[in-house]
């Protein structure tokens, strides 16, 4: 069985500000909640076939060094990561609207035995999970657009 967990949102920033904060994976626990520790462990950032380590803080501990399978910055990033019994790929689009906003969209496929464990409220805390990353990375991006445009 596989589990499909997405969210989106609109932002009133360009693709290249949420890109700006995504891509120093390093910082991401400053300002991710979800996330307690995060680096590069070989390759290049950003580089299909790279990879990082990534801790998640909630809804559960959980460690995974994910490999880089797609890599278009400022617009879409994915990555595999991978442990006995576990399979997770997940997406990040950033796709610019008519307006100037940006449509950031995350999804993530989880498949292998773990799902078997997943009840529905441990679904729920995922999808939380993936909202609450993606609106961190929203408030941040408007953040970056805020500053750039003020000393513009």
């Known amino acids: 069985m596989a589990i499909h967990l997405e969210y989106s949102t609109t932002a009133r920033c360009r ?24 680096k590069w462990v070989s390759g290049k950032p950003w580089e299909k076939g790279s990879r990082f380590f990534m801790e998640l803080a909630r809804p559960m501990r959980f460690k995974v060094t994910p490999v880089v399978i797609a890599s278009e910055p400022p ?4 990555w595999v990561g991978k ?21 950031m969209k995350t999804w993530e496929d989880i498949s292998g035995l773990v799902t078997m464990f997943i009840t ?20 941040e991006a408007e953040r970056i657009a805020r500053e750039q445009y003020a000393r513009s």
Do not use: C, M, Y
């Open 120 to 139: 529905k409220r441990k679904q729920e805390a995922l999808s939380n999970l993936h909202k609450n990353w993606i609106e961190a990375l929203k408030f």
């Open 75 to 78: 617009n879409k990033v994915a």
């Open 15 to 38: 693709p290249e500000h949420v890109w700006e904060k995504l891509k120093t994976v390093e910082q991401w626990p400053w300002w991710n909640p979800t996330i307690s520790a995060a």
């Open 83 to 103: 442990k006995a019994g576990f399979s997770g790929e997940h997406w990040f689009s950033f796709e610019l609207q008519p307006d100037g906003s940006t449509l």
